[in-house]
């Protein structure tokens, strides 16, 4: 889970930074709008906590820009106080939440907290890839109608590969999705891949679970002609 700040006061953005990695929570940083917009198209965040007032592009723009092009990541806006007409903006271009400055970092993190979760609770669903359902509201798992019993960590692994189905997942993508920052080896994927596969692929003619030989793992049922 990672955060992506876009701030360009150095002050305030390394308050920011300390307290949410205080808080366990991942954060990287732009310091204007243009390295901003391009950082937020080029990774996924779990939420965009993005200032207004930027050097390069404003926040306004960035969010009307990322909009458009139907990412839905959550976006937290930091404006000025008072400036009503800021949030109403903000809002209207279709942040999530805003937050006047200057604010209490305790308010900060709830706000934060709050968007998480409610981007958990939206993308609450049923994900069904061949016989296999996840049940991402109770994280059960069930493949040709028997239910598997999964560790927490197994099936945040499951539900990684199994959201981005034909995607390639790498090894560091895995780690970074799942152990977020812990410190993990490389391996720990390949052992917690292995675990899955005798609970979720044996006794199964069809194998879901796939390895990409040197890059990593995808979660999909094979097309119809490709061996199992
Ligand atoms: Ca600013």
Not at 75 to 92: K, N, P, Q, S, Y
Not at 203 to 222: D, F, N, S, W
Request: proline fraction near 4%.
């Amino acid at each position: 889970m990672k955060i992506l700040l876009v701030e360009d006061e150095e002050g305030i953005a390394s308050l920011i930074r300390r307290g949410l990695e205080k808080a366990n929570l991942s954060v990287d940083r732009a310091p204007d709008g243009t390295t901003g917009l391009q950082m937020a198209r080029e990774r996924t965040y779990s939420l965009v906590i993005l200032d207004l007032m930027l050097p390069g592009i404003n926040g306004l723009r960035i969010c009307e820009a990322l909009r458009a092009e139907q990412n839905p990541v959550p976006i937290l806006m930091l404006t000025a106080r008072d400036a009503v007409e800021d949030r109403v903006r903000g809002l209207e271009t279709g942040a999530d939440d805003y937050l006047p400055k200057p604010f209490d970092f305790a308010e900060l993190l709830a706000r934060v907290r709050a968007l998480l979760r409610r981007d958990k609770v939206h993308r609450t669903r049923v994900i069904r890839i061949a016989d296999l359902e996840l049940d991402t509201a109770q994280r059960r798992v069930t493949r040709a109608g028997v239910e598997i019993g999964l560790s927490h960590r197994e099936y945040d692994l499951l539900e990684a590969l199994a959201s981005r189905e034909s995607q390639i997942l790498t090894r560091d993508v895995i780690l970074d999705r799942v152990w977020m920052d812990e410190d993990s080896l490389s391996n720990t994927v390949d052992v917690y891949i292995g675990a899955l596969r005798k609970k979720v692929d044996a006794g199964h003619e069809v194998k879901l679970i796939q390895t990409v030989r040197g890059v990593g793992y995808t979660l999909r049922a094979p097309m119809v002609g490709e061996s199992p």
